[in-house]
């Protein structure tokens, strides 16, 4: 975050040295960094062709492309060496533009193109499939920022309170969904938390609309309804204690404390970070935790999921349980 924040104002600052810079004047940009100069030399006729999807800071991006295009006279990037002594100029400067770049938003900015300015999408006579896949997707999520379920946003709101009560540890939106794509996790495990995030799995208040199905929102052991919360944690039908056990004791091998349990910490579950005494993380621990959330309450809702549904209501047994946990922690 803190190199983007880096990138983001060195654009602002080379399209505020554009804007107030004659077209016929020739204008030396100089930096530190490298990343406006290659952007607009080496990615910038990629980036267009494929309509700038996924590009960071692509707004501001294009309006500095089309600036540059109407100039008249060179502009030139300088890239100073280290030890140079414009390098402490250039690094003034960029704090400057790094707490602009904070204290205004891109409408502040007036990030508005230039008359005759490429038109932007991008190009559907030679493009893959993977761009205009990414661009349905990236176009999928900015209607979802725009539209946010209710459900959802709550759980988020769950996970990033459990976070910093648990681990002192302040995450955002982004943050968490990208932790769902971990290779750690095995597909059938992210989907179940994916779905988890957005209430979607068919439980509880799911069947309250549905005639004929009111009864199936109710837990049948402890009479009240059947959130992921209460399968997961809270539910008297024999198993659950036992796989969470089972998880808390192969964690002791390791490590001295088991962070206590909620549905935040479950489905945030990548997120959570073990430091040893001084201060550095413990990535092992990190993956061990990951998995030992991860994978007992994933198999915590099959063996629900299989008692109502295919055991019209009968537990597993206790050996049947520990041989399902020893196949997963094997």
């Known amino acids: 975050m803190r190199e983007q924040s880096q990138y983001a104002a060195e654009c602002y600052a080379a399209l505020e ?34 309509g700038w999807v996924g590009i960071p800071h692509r707004e501001v991006l294009r309006c500095l492309a089309a600036e540059l295009k109407t100039r008249k006279a ?44 490429a038109l932007p999408g991008l190009s559907l006579q030679d493009n893959c499939q993977r ?44 943050g968490i969904w990208k932790s769902l794509t971990s290779k750690d996790f095995l597909p059938c495990t992210a989907q179940f938390l994916w779905k988890g995030i957005h209430n979607a799995h068919r439980i509880g208040n799911y069947w309250t609309h549905i005639p004929e199905c009111e009864d199936h929102a109710m837990c049948s052991d402890c009479g009240v309804t059947e959130d992921l919360e209460h399968i997961l944690l809270k539910c008297g039908s024999p198993g659950r204690d036992t796989v969470w056990k089972a998880a808390e004791t192969l964690w002791h091998e390791k490590e001295d404390n088991w962070p206590e349990l909620s549905l935040g910490i479950i489905l945030g579950c990548r997120l959570a970070e073990f430091r040893d005494e001084n201060g550095k993380l413990k990535r092992g621990s990190q993956r061990l935790y990951q998995i030992l959330i991860s994978e007992p309450a994933y198999l915590n809702w099959k063996l629900q999921n299989d008692r109502v549904i295919s055991r019209d209501g009968t537990p597993a047994s206790e050996e049947e349980i520990m041989n399902k946990w020893k196949y997963i922690h094997h």
């Open 74 to 117: 060179r502009t030139i990037f300088k890239i100073v060496a280290p030890g140079s002594h414009d390098r402490e100029l250039c690094r003034q400067a960029a704090q400057l533009a790094k707490n602009a770049a904070r204290s205004r938003t891109d409408e502040q900015w007036i990030l508005k193109l230039p008359l005759n300015s």
């Open 17 to 50: 040295a554009i804007r107030t810079t004659r077209s016929e004047t020739v204008l030396t940009i100089t930096s530190t960094q490298s990343y406006v100069r290659d952007s607009m030399n080496k990615k910038l006729m990629g980036w267009e062709h494929e």
């Open 131 to 174: 761009v205009f896949y990414r661009s349905i997707r990236e176009i999928k999520t900015n209607v979802q920022a725009l539209f946010p379920r209710s459900s959802t946003t709550k759980m988020l709101g769950t996970i990033k309170k459990d976070m910093a009560d648990r681990f002192d540890k302040h995450v955002d939106d982004p």
